[in-house]
């Protein structure tokens, strides 16, 4: 996705959201749970990696479809790159 594309989706500025890249900003609940639908990631591991959640042993179930999900989620990013490459 585009910055623009992220910006429409999550409904903040440019600058917020690459000031958020490079760490500088941190955005809060609410503007995470729209990241998460933007990029189809988990809301909860947003909130982890922002240190707004406890982490939590996951089961080696819950491990596994964790797993997949990531794997699904960087075949369709890789997907979408070639695609707006074209």
């Not at 429409?8 to 760490?23: D, H, I, M, P, T």
């Not at 909860?44 to 707004?52: F, H, V, W």
């Not at 089961?59 to 790159?81: F, M, N």
């Amino acid at each position: 996705m585009s910055l623009a594309d992220v910006k429409k989706a999550v409904g903040v500025n440019g600058s917020f959201l690459s000031q958020v890249e490079r760490g500088k900003k941190f955005p809060g609940p609410a503007t995470l749970r729209k990241l998460s639908k933007a990029y189809l990631v988990p809301y909860e591991s947003l909130m982890q990696k922002a240190n707004m959640l406890e982490e939590t042993e996951a089961s080696v179930s819950e491990q596994a479809e964790i797993a997949q999900l990531i794997r699904e989620i960087e075949d369709r990013t890789e997907a979408l790159k070639r695609f707006l490459i074209k």
